[in-house]
Nanobody
Framework: QVQLVESGGGWVQPGGSLRLSCAAS????????MGWYRQAPGKERELVAS???????NYADSAKGRFTISRDNAKNMVYLQMNSLNPEDTAVYYC???????????????WGKGTLVTVSS
């Protein structure tokens, strides 16, 4: 069974930085796109950043210039470096693996359970 597990969330003061990691495990053949979404209290889940298996990236306007997404295809991991954090970045951050091909299931997307990021003074 394919699983995605996030780590690296926590509390940080405004202006601080955090690095999120997401590890995909299981009998994985390949992962097409990977990315990060977030959901703040009372708001809908929104895309933060995504990256293809070829390294092409896409960012939400709110993340441009502050966040950097990267991935290690050999390890099936994706990262999100977040700098200059502000209280509006407070949310649960979810990792997604898109177009995952595995020995155990047909091609599909998988979500992690999320990691909480709190930005406050």
């Amino acid at each position: 069974q394919v699983q995605l597990v996030e780590s690296g969330g926590g509390w940080v003061q405004p202006g601080g930085s955090l690095r999120l990691s997401c590890a995909a495990s299981g009998r994985i053949l390949s992962i097409n796109g990977m990315g990060w979404y977030r959901q703040a209290p009372g708001k809908e889940r929104e895309l933060v950043a995504s990256i293809t298996n070829g390294g092409r990236t896409n960012y939400a306007d709110s993340a441009k210039g502050r966040f950097t997404i990267s991935r290690d295809n050999a390890k099936n991991m994706v990262y999100l470096q977040m700098n200059s954090l502000n209280p509006e970045d407070t949310a649960v951050y979810y990792c997604i693996g898109g177009g995952v091909r595995s020995f155990t299931d047909s091609e599909r997307d998988y979500w992690g359970k999320g990691t909480l990021v709190t930005v406050s003074s």
